[in-house]
Nanobody, 123 residues
Framework: QVQLVESGGGSVQAGGSLRPSCAAS????????MGWFRQAPGKEREGIAN????????DYADSVKGRFIVPTDTPNYTLYLQMNSLKPEDAAMYYC????????????????WGQGTQVTVSS
């Protein structure tokens, strides 16, 4: 079983930054994928970034490209999301997820999920 715990959400004004984190624990193979997702009330869940443990490749959704960064110099099974230039439309519950093996598409399914961390952006 794998557990994921997010933290580091919060409230910020538009243009500000936040850096939530996600820590995975449990029985995890060395080859895995971790991703960040978000869901705002009344909207579908959106995949925003994939991190490939093998090679460190990261895929970003167009909606966050250039503003959000997933740092790669982090301990194994830990994922951060550096969110810069935040907009009110970035407000959502942010989740991290993990799947063993290769990354699915950003819209794909993951096996394990965290409980989420809330991000609020005021204009």
């Amino acid at each position: 079983q794998v557990q994921l715990v997010e933290s580091g959400g919060g409230s910020v004004q538009a243009g500000g930054s936040l850096r939530p984190s996600c820590a995975a624990s449990g029985y995890i193979y060395s080859y895995y994928c971790m991703g960040w997702f978000r869901q705002a009330p009344g909207k579908e869940r959106e995949g925003i970034a994939n991190f490939y443990s093998s090679g460190g490749r990261i895929d970003y959704a167009d909606s966050v490209k250039g503003r959000f960064i997933v740092p790669t110099d982090t301990p194994n099974y830990t994922l951060y999301l550096q969110m810069n230039s935040l907009k009110p439309e970035d407000a959502a519950m942010y989740y991290c997820a993990l799947v063993v093996g290769n990354c699915p598409p950003l819209s794909g399914s993951y096996r394990y999920w965290g409980q989420g961390t809330q991000v609020t952006v005021s204009s």
